[in-house]
T-cell receptor, first 113, second 114 residues
């Protein structure tokens, strides 16, 4: 069973389009995240939700909007896609406190053309 | 400030060589956690190890070992008798006890040649 699953794995789309990436975890965690990995492999947090409540919202264009319908799901919607949005987006989850391990999904490769 | 430095951008070794990946961190807190993740060419991020700041015991898991030294703020990772399947990007990361974020180093790309 996949612990953190995200879809789609690959996404190629044109500039200006709107797209969504879905994420689900079956680990019973209360906290979920979106991380972005750029072309140089640098990983940076974008958002974090704890029990459906937004906890971390890094400096991310407001074209990016996370949505957490329940604590097992965290989706990422991106409006008006730009070339610079091309990256790998990782969903992840953990228990909130205690420095617990963050477990990552397999990543979604987004290419904007 | 919470910061992780992996000074080695790329390392290339020949199979069966031992290799050490360096990780140096900065933190203002006394309670924190250190991690290593592996990202193979297929792209997923695989958790390898988690250590808390109060446990400086070195850890060994098969060919992998980790050396945690608070005196030098380092958490280095050694692969013994490397194999081609060890080729990946390895990330060191730091997380505070009550912080929801994990800060990653820039990663070290390890290439193991046959």
């Amino acid at each position: 069973d996949t612990a953190v699953s995200q879809t789609p794995k690959y996404l190629v789309t044109q500039m200006g389009n709107d797209k969504s990436i879905k994420c689900e975890q079956n680990l019973g965690h209360d906290t979920m995240y979106w991380y972005k990995q750029d072309s140089k492999k640098f990983l940076k947090i974008m958002f974090s939700y704890n029990n459906k409540e937004l906890i971390i919202n890094e400096t991310v264009p407001n074209r990016f909007s996370p949505k957490s319908p329940d604590k097992a799901h965290l989706n990422l919607h991106i409006n008006s896609l730009e070339l610079g949005d091309s990256a790998v987006y990782f969903c992840a989850s953990s228990h909130m406190t205690g420095g617990n391990t963050i477990y990552f999904g397999e990543g979604s490769w987004l290419t904007v053309v | 400030a919470q910061k992780v430095t992996q000074a080695q951008t790329e390392i290339s070794v020949v199979e069966k060589e031992d290799v050490t990946l360096d990780c140096v961190y900065e933190t203002r807190d006394t309670t924190y956690y250190l991690f290593w993740y592996k990202q193979p060419p297929s792209g997923e991020l695989v958790f390898l190890i988690r250590r808390n700041s109060f446990d400086e015991q070195n850890e060994i898991s098969g060919r992998y070992s980790w050396n945690f030294q608070k005196s030098t703020s380092s958490f280095n990772f050694t692969i013994t008798a490397s194999q081609v399947v060890d080729s990946a990007v390895y990330f060191c990361a730091l997380r505070y006890y009550n912080n929801n974020d994990m800060r990653f180093g820039a990663g070290t790309r390890l290439t193991v040649k046959p």
